[in-house]
């Protein structure tokens, strides 16, 4: 197998290729995968991808000329491919559905305990000499009622850090059905909005699901309420958000993903300046703390990411990966 990997760094060449027990032909390029770059793959029989890479029909129209097979998505989501011209051009597409959602659980609880104890604030003051604490002042997470929508792999471990807090936990997810009493209520989303102090996003990204924390949304928030998205950029508009803040409907936001992230994260733009307006406004904000898409970034899970990656393409190589839709392997 020959397979072409796109928008790789360092570290994904080193877990990858310490995972390749197979030898297959792994070449590395830092490009995202798009249609100026899709030439890249000629003479490949798959290319592997990840979350920012734009795998739309035209590209997979390019790819399928090109005699690609398989794309080896090296991440959960999917929503950056066009699965239906995959099925047309007969390439199978196939992902890590889970592999380590503790990564992306605890650090969406990160960004809370960041928010609320204002750490990155902190920081700042203690190195300028500044130990005074006006502007600092958190809350106690004990008791807060905290709102997960979608508790699938993520959400699920998200849950249990939050009951070790002593959160009380509300769910929407249409595909959640608690079985017991430790398991919390699942309710609809208009009343997980209405009455959570914190929200915490864990759902896919998909039509149904684009914008969800909209206008109309976020009116229906507490007052002051926090709002961490560590799922997909697209799930909350963000010029909504930053109405919110500005009214302080919006108390604190803690993003791991941005809606416009695929030319900004994974790059160093410190020598230049940022042209997205939007973004940099959300910057100015003290209540707002913003990572680079890292909630997937530990040993652990780049580890798995890795395994399960060459596993996809070796099951494939065998011929076990027949479907050509999103296939399911862990
Ligand atoms: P999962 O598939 O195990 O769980 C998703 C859950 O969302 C399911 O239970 C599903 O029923 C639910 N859901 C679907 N539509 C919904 C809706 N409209 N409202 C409420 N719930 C809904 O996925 P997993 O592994 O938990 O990942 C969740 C998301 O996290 C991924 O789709 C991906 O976008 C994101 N992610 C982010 C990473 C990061 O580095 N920041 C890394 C990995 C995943």
Redesign the pocket.
Known sequence: MKICVFSSKKYDKRFITEANSANYDMQFHAVRLSQDTAILAKGFDGVCCFVNDDINANVIAQLGDQGIRLIALR???F?NVDLEAAKAHHITVCRV??YS?HA?AE?ACALILDLNRNIHRAHNRIRENDYSLDGLLGFDLYKKAVGV???????RKFINIMQGFGCNIIV?????HPTGSHEPPRVE?DKLLASSDLISL?????S??HH?INKNAIAQMKAGVMLIN???GGLVDTKAVIDGLKSGKIGYLGI??YEEESTLFFENYSDTFIQDDIFARLQTFPNVTITG?????TKEALEQIARTTMNNIAQFAKGNLKQVHVVVAS
Do not use: K, M
Not at 149 to 155: L, M, P, T, V
């Open positions: 991440c959960a989501g929503n559905p889970a959602p992306v650090h929508i979608g508790a699938g792999n993520i959400g929407s997810d249409p595909q959640y989303l864990h759902c896919p990204l998909n149904e699901t969800l560590t799922s997909r791991d993903v898409h890292q909630g997937f970034f």
